[in-house]
Every structure is written in structure tokens, then in C-alpha cells.
């Protein structure tokens, strides 16, 4: 997909993910989680963009084992290590990892079903 600078259209991707997290069948708790994560990175990287006039593309993707959500935007130029950014945690998913590629700084968000799908069973 890919976002103009409106934050509604944040709350769509956050949709999306959270149907894909309930169809994979993760608790109630960890299906708003990672709609919430996922909306609050998307305005985040809004933010930094800094440009209303640039976009973001969202790539949702659902595996057997996980759910993937990866977010690019263009990298700042200029202004050492903006972009540069320790990968950590966020409320909601597993992994978030952060690269820069070919002046593109993407983000990448993981939620692991496989476990919690299995004990269910």
C-alpha cells in the first residue's frame, strides 16, 4: 500500500493488521496490541518524512508463523543519524528491526502467531 500523509490512513493499516492477526487466532489483548503498534510506527514515520508531499509504503505480509509489517520511507539527507535508530521494542510485536537502503529507511515489525497458535490447538 502506499499512505499519503494522512494519519486516518494509519488506522486503515492498523486494520489490516488486526484482521490478520484475529484470523491467525492471537488473544484479543495481543490483536489490539499489535493494531495499536502498528498505527503509532505509521504516524511515527510520518513524522519523520517531514514532508506532506512524501508517502509511506506498507507491506503486510501473513506467514504460517508470523506477521510481518514493513514500512519505507525516503531516508533523510543530510543531518547525521537521523534515521539511524537501535533496533528495540515496541509494545505489540515480537521484533523491530530498522534498516537504511539505497536512501530508503524502512522499518520492519514482527509478530510471532506460531506458538500461541499451536497451543490452541
Known amino acids: 500500500?502506499?499512505?499519503?500523509?494522512d494519519t486516518?490512513?494509519?488506522a486503515a493499516v492498523g486494520g489490516a493488521g488486526r484482521y490478520f492477526a484475529d484470523a491467525a487466532g492471537l488473544a484479543n489483548s495481543a490483536v489490539?496490541?499489535?493494531q495499536?503498534?502498528?498505527i503509532a510506527v505509521c504516524n511515527r514515520e510520518f513524522e519523520r518524512i517531514g514532508d506532506s508531499r512524501q508517502r509511506l509504503d506498507v507491506m503486510l505480509i501473513r506467514t504460517?508463523?508470523?506477521i510481518e509489517?514493513?514500512?519505507?520511507?525516503?531516508a533523510r539527507t543530510g543531518?547525521?543519524?537521523?534515521?539511524s535508530e537501535e533496533p528495540g521494542m515496541i509494545i505489540g510485536?515480537?521484533?523491530v528491526l530498522h534498516e537504511t537502503h539505497a536512501e530508503m529507511a524502512i522499518t520492519r515489525l514482527t509478530k510471532y502467531v506460531g506458538e500461541q497458535v499451536s497451543a490452541g490447538q
Open 64 to 66: 504460517p508463523d508470523r
Open 93 to 95: 510485536v515480537d521484533q
Open 69 to 74: 509489517v514493513v514500512i519505507t520511507r525516503p
Open 8 to 10: 486516518r490512513l494509519c
Open 36 to 38: 495499536s503498534a502498528i
Open 79 to 83: 543531518g547525521l543519524g537521523k534515521d
Open 1 to 5: 500500500m502506499q499512505l499519503d500523509a
Open 32 to 34: 489490539s496490541g499489535l
